[in-house]
């Protein structure tokens, strides 16, 4: 298997909203979001950046990821999907990596992903926790009654923690 980290461009619009909608774990509005983003960042909005993971010419997985406003240092990393076929074979890992190297490049210090607490995400949580974030809060109902956030951050200045021990 073997898959390259590329930049998304408009030709891979449809893809990204397809990949989105295929993890069968995101509300529509959060799908829109998505590609709401990425064409924020197509327009040149700094604040959204996106890498694409790609199995030949094809998108498989991507990250999305940005400064959070109105701090030093922190960024938030907004997206990360991989195709569900593709799930397991350490794309989702090679994209967050890449991630956090660009942080570190430009002297980021802080990043913070935000999830649910939902079972179905039980295996997204575990993945962050595998990759040394750690839990820093749960907001009770703020997706939806019942659905809450779990917000993860990684202090990139604590050395490489990106696969936490067994
Ligand atoms: C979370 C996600 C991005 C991880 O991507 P990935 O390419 O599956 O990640 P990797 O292959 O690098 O690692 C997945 C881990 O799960 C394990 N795994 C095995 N089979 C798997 C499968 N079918 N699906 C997911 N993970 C699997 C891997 O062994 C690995 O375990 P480890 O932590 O012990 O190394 C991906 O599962 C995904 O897109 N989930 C749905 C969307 C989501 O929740 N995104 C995050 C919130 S925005």
């Known amino acids: 298997m073997s898959w390259s980290l590329r930049p998304i461009g408009r030709a891979q619009r449809a893809r990204l909203e397809a990949l989105c909608r295929a993890t069968s774990l995101f509300r529509a509005v959060e799908v829109a979001t998505a590609v709401e983003l990425l064409d924020e960042s197509l327009a040149g909005d700094p604040d959204y950046r996106f890498l694409g993971a790609y199995d030949g ?21 907004y997206w990360l999907v991989v195709e569900p076929e593709q799930q397991g074979r350490g794309i989702g890992s090679q994209l967050l990596g890449a991630v956090e190297e660009r942080l570190r490049a430009e002297h980021g210090r802080l990043v913070v992903v935000e999830t649910s607490a939902r079972p179905e995400y039980a295996g997204t949580r575990a993945f962050y926790e595998r990759r040394g974030y750690t839990r820093a809060a749960t907001v009770s109902g703020y997706y939806a009654p019942g659905d809450d956030l779990v917000i993860y951050r990684k202090d990139l200045s604590d050395g490489d923690l990106a696969r936490a021990p067994s």
């Not at 940005?66 to 922190?74: A, L």
């Open 57 to 77: 010419d094809e998108l498989v997985g991507f990250a999305c990821w940005g400064p959070t406003p109105g701090t030093e240092g922190t960024y938030d990393v």
